[in-house]
Structure formats: C-alpha cells, structure tokens
C-alpha cells in the first residue's frame, strides 16, 4: 500500500461547482498533513496546511480524519483559475520530518 | 525577487555523462530539499539538509550527490547519467526541518538521450 494515495482523476467539473477530494495515508504517526497545487510544467505552491479541527480559506475547506487516516479538499464555486493538480502532503514525525507527496489529483473546471 | 532558483532550467545529456544542478535560496531558511517528478507526475524526495547538515537520504543511486556549501545552497551531482534519471528536479526549501511551507523552485527538466 502507498504512503499517500489520492485518486488522479481527472475531476472535469463546470464553473460553479463544487468538488471534493480526498487523500488517504497509512502511517498513523503522520503529524502535519498539507495540500499543495502544481500547475502544468510548474513548480508546487502551498495552498493550505491541514489542522485536526478543519479550516477554511475563502472557497476551500479542509479537513482530517484521523480515525480513518485521510484528509480532504472541498472547493466550493469552481473558477476556470482552479484547474490544476492537488497534491496532498503528509509529514512523519520524528528527527528528520518527511514529507510524503501523493501523486495529485487533477482538476479541470471547463465554462 | 526569486525565493528559490535552480540552473539550469533545461538540460540535455547523453547517457554516461555528468552533470549538476544548482539551487540557491534567499529566504533565509535553514532546510533545503531535492525531488524528483517523473513522468507519471509523482513528487519523491531525495535527500534534504538542514544547516548544511544531511538529514534526509531517500533510496537513491550512489551516482546521485548532493553537496550544500552553505545554508542558502543545495547543488546535486549525477554521475554516469541513465535513461532513467530523465524527470524534473526540483530544489525547495523550508524555515526548519520541521516547517511547514516548503518553497519550491521553478524545477529543472533533464533528458537524458
């Protein structure tokens, strides 16, 4: 099993909606959980860190399940700028903190 | 102002040949990271430093080097290069080892023919 699994879509939705994804991680001792965004032929940026109780920046939500072991992206009213490819970031803990990439789902918001 | 630069942004090679590539931060963070993209767009980590210190050493060929003269610089060497190494490389850097936000640069595509 993966580290970090997330679904690579593509999610193909219309300008206005809203889509949810989710990533799941196998290491119970993950400690920080992120989700980054990558545009094409572009480098990763943060979009948002991932806290135990949720959180939400204008039109994204996000949330951790620890019970279950995964963490999601809501994004509420789709733009066109949201196509891209999330990718969702978890951290172990210990010395040296690594982080674990997932492989990105892709999102594409057509008109 | 650039946060992280990497050179060069492209890069070409023949199989054997070797070849490095260099990132500089000007942010001021004490940790610095190497991943690898492939084709298939998946994020890996190869190594990362933390005040010019090696603490993160992912299972990477022994033809893969890094070397970090100062805190604001991670070059990475690649030995007898190989069709495989073919990706992008991107250099990134955080405030600590265990900080939040990585920074990362723009990435650099290397073909290996």
């Known amino acids: 099993r993966k580290e970090v699994e997330q679904d690579p879509g593509p999610f193909n939705v219309p300008e206005g909606a809203t889509v949810a994804f989710n990533c799941t991680y196998s290491?119970?001792?993950?400690?920080?959980f992120f989700w980054y965004r990558q545009d094409c032929r572009k480098e990763p940026k943060l979009l948002m860190s991932?806290?135990?109780s949720g959180n939400e920046d204008g039109r994204f939500t996000a949330q951790l399940n620890r019970a279950s072991q995964y963490i999601s992206l809501l994004i509420r009213d789709s733009k066109l700028s949201d196509s891209a490819t999330y990718l969702c970031?978890?951290?172990?803990?210990?010395?040296?903190?690594?982080?674990?990439f997932g492989r990105g789902t892709s999102l594409i918001v057509h008109p | 102002d650039t946060a992280v630069s990497q050179t060069p942004k492209y890069l070409v090679t023949q199989m054997g040949n070797d070849k490095s590539i260099k990132c500089e931060q000007n942010?001021?963070?004490?940790?610095m990271y190497w991943y690898k993209q492939d084709s298939k767009k998946f994020l890996k980590i190869m190594f990362s430093y933390n005040n010019k210190e090696l603490i993160i050493n992912e299972t990477v060929p022994n033809r893969f080097s890094p070397k970090s003269p100062d805190k604001a610089h991670l070059n990475l060497h690649i030995n007898s290069l190989e069709l495989g190494d073919s990706a992008v490389y991107f250099c990134?850097?955080?405030?600590?080892?265990?900080?939040?936000?990585?920074?990362f640069g723009p990435g650099t595509r290397l073909t290996v023919l």
């Open positions: 990134a850097s955080s405030q600590s080892a265990g900080g939040n936000e990585q920074f």
């Open positions: 290491n119970s001792a993950s400690q920080s």
């Open positions: 942010l001021g963070h004490d940790t």
């Open positions: 970031v978890v951290k172990s803990s210990g010395g040296s903190y690594i982080p674990t």
């Open positions: 991932v806290y135990s």
